[in-house]
C-alpha cells in the first residue's frame, strides 16, 4: 500500500480530519489526539497493511507504522481537512485537551518500537523449539527401547542417528537458501519501508521460483534418492546396516527441503514489515505439529520406526507453516505472484521424475555402498553419489529445458556469464559466443553459434 493510500485509510479508521484534535509524529508513531475516542476504529487502523500496531497512551491514539511514518505523516497533512492540524504547538494540543510527549517519552518509544518485533521473534523460536524438543524426548526414548527383546537384530534408529540424517538435510538450506534469500530480504525491507508492495511481491515470486524452486526441488529429489549412500558419504562412521536403517527418515525429510525454502522465504516477507506477532500464528503450526506427529509415532508405531514419523512431523511442520503464513502475507500483499509460482513448482517436480529414475538406475548397478566396489564403504559411496548427482542433475536440467521453464535462464546465465570478465580482451571475443550458447541452451534463449 502506497503512503498516500496508507494515510487516507488511517484518517477515515481515525474518524476523519474533524475528529483530530492535535497530529504529530515521532521517530516511529503518527500521534494523534482525538476529539471522541469513540469514533476511532482501532481494528480497521491495526488491519491495514503496513500498520504494525496501534497504542493508547497519555491521551493520545498513537500509529506505530516504523521507519515510514514522516513519509505517511507528510502524505496525511496534504489531505482535505488535514493542513492546519499538523502544527506541532503546544497552545493547540493543551487547548484540545492533549498532551505533547517529552524527549524521554520519545526516547521510550523508539526502544520499545524497536524492541517489540524482537520479542515476538523470539517467542517463535521458543514455540518452534517445542518441536525440536519433543523429537529429542522421542530419540532418548529410542534408545532405552532397543534394548529390549523384540528388538534383537534391528536397529533401531535413535537422536544421534537422526542427527546424522539432520546433517545431510541442512546442507541445502546452509549453502543456498540462506545465503541467497537472506540477500533478497535485504531488499524486500528496503521495498517494504518504502510502501513498494509490487516491488516486495516480485522479489517473493523471484525467489521462490528460482533459488527455492530449482535448487529445492533438485537437492530434494537427490538427497531422497541417494539417502543411504549420501549418509555413509556424510557420516563414515555409520555401518551399511545402520545408514540403510536410517534412510528413510532422510527420505522423508529430503520431501520437506522444497517446503522448507517456501516457509523461510515467506518468514522474510513478514520479517521485511516487521510482522513478528503475526507471524507467530505460523510459528505455532511449526512448533505443535511435530509434538503431535512424534505423540502419535510413540503410541502407534514400532520403535524402528518412530524417528520416521519424527521426520515426518518435520515436513508436515513446514508443510503447515508455509500454509499458515500465506494468508498472513496477504495482508500486506494482497496480490500474489501464485499462479506463475506453482506452474513453476509443477514443471520442476515433473523434470525431477525422470532424474529419480535415473538416479535409482545408478545405485542398482553400482550396488550397495557396501565396500564392494572399491574396498571401503567411503569410497564406494562417494562414487554413487558423483555419478549419480552428475547423471540426475543433468537429466533435470534438460528436462526442465524442454517443458520451458524459463527460470533456469534467471539462475544460470549470470553463472556461465560471469566468468568472462576474468579472460583478457584476445580471449573474450572467441569465449563469449560459447558461454551465451550454453546460458541459452539451459534457459530457452535466442543463441548465437560459436565460431
Given at each position: 500500500m ?24 515521532c ?16 481494528t ?58 517529552g ?31 519433543a ?40 549453502l ?30 523471484l ?10 526441488v ?17 557420516a ?23 517446503f522448507?525454502g ?25 512448533g ?6 512424534c ?9 524402528n ?26 495482508r ?24 529419480v ?19 571401503t ?7 554413487t553419489?558423483?555419478?549419480?548427482a ?41 569465449a563469449a ?19
Amino acid at each position: 500500500m502506497k503512503n498516500h493510500e496508507l494515510g487516507e485509510k488511517i484518517l477515515q479508521g481515525l474518524g476523519g480530519p474533524e475528529n483530530i484534535a492535535h497530529f504529530t509524529h515521532c521517530a516511529t508513531r503518527l500521534r494523534v489526539t482525538p476529539s471522541s475516542n469513540e469514533k476511532v476504529d482501532r481494528t480497521k487502523i491495526e488491519n491495514l497493511p503496513g500498520v504494525l500496531s496501534i497504542i493508547e497512551q497519555s491521551g493520545q491514539t498513537q500509529v506505530v507504522l516504523g521507519d515510514r511514518v514522516e513519509a505517511v505523516y507528510n502524505e496525511m497533512l496534504t489531505l482535505p481537512g488535514m493542513k492546519n492540524l499538523g502544527e506541532d504547538d503546544d497552545s493547540k494540543a493543551k487547548s484540545s485537551g492533549g498532551k505533547k510527549a517529552g524527549w524521554l517519552t520519545n526516547v521510550f518509544d523508539v526502544l520499545s518500537d524497536s524492541f517489540r518485533p524482537l520479542l515476538w521473534a523470539l517467542l517463535g523460536t521458543a514455540v518452534v523449539s517445542v518441536g525440536d524438543i519433543a523429537t529429542a524426548n522421542l530419540g532418548a526414548r529410542a534408545v532405552t527401547e532397543a534394548y529390549l527383546p523384540q528388538y534383537d537384530g534391528v536397529v533401531v534408529p535413535s537422536k544421534t542417528l537422526y542427527d546424522n540424517t539432520q546433517l545431510v538435510y541442512m546442507l541445502p538450506q546452509s549453502l543456498v537458501t540462506t545465503s541467497i534469500i537472506t540477500a533478497l530480504f535485504t531488499r524486500m525491507s528496503s521495498k517494504a519501508a518504502a510502501g513498494d508492495r509490487d516491488g516486495v511481491r516480485d522479489d517473493l515470486s523471484l525467489g521462490l521460483r528460482t533459488v527455492v524452486a530449482v535448487f529445492m526441488v533438485l537437492f530434494a529429489a537427490g538427497i531422497a534418492t541417494l539417502a543411504a549412500p549420501a549418509l555413509q558419504l556424510f557420516a563414515p562412521s555409520l555401518s551399511w546396516a545402520e545408514a540403510d536403517a536410517s534412510s528413510p527418515i532422510l527420505m522423508v525429510l529430503a520431501i520437506g527441503i522444497i517446503f522448507q525454502g517456501i516457509w523461510f522465504t515467506a518468514q522474510r516477507v513478514m520479517l521485511a514489515y516487521s510482522d513478528t506477532k503475526r507471524l507467530l500464528i505460523a510459528d505455532a503450526v511449526v512448533g505443535i505439529v511435530p509434538v503431535i506427529l512424534c505423540l502419535g509415532s510413540y503410541l502407534l508405531l514400532p520403535a524402528n520406526y518412530w524417528m520416521v514419523g519424527a521426520a515426518a512431523g518435520s515436513l508436515l511442520s513446514q508443510v503447515g507453516g508455509s500454509a499458515a503464513v500465506i494468508p498472513l502475507i496477504r495482508r500486506h500483499l494482497p496480490r500474489l505472484d501464485s499462479r506463475r509460482v506453482v506452474s513453476t513448482y509443477i514443471r520442476l517436480i515433473v523434470a525431477a521424475m525422470p532424474a529419480v529414475v535415473v538416479g535409482l538406475a545408478v545405485r542398482r548397478i553400482l550396488g550397495p555402498s557396501d565396500g564392494t566396489l572399491t574396498g571401503t564403504r567411503a569410497f564406494d559411496a562417494l562414487i554413487t553419489v558423483l555419478v549419480a548427482a552428475l547423471l540426475m542433475t543433468s537429466v533435470y536440467l534438460l528436462t526442465a529445458r524442454l517443458l520451458e521453464v524459463g527460470e533456469l535462464a534467471v539462475l544460470f546465465s549470470p553463472l556461465l556469464l560471469a566468468p568472462l570478465a576474468l579472460l583478457p580482451p584476445s580471449c573474450l571475443a572467441s569465449a563469449a559466443p560459447c558461454a551465451l550458447l550454453l546460458a541459452g541452451a539451459l534457459s530457452g534463449l535466442p543463441t548465437v553459434k560459436c565460431r
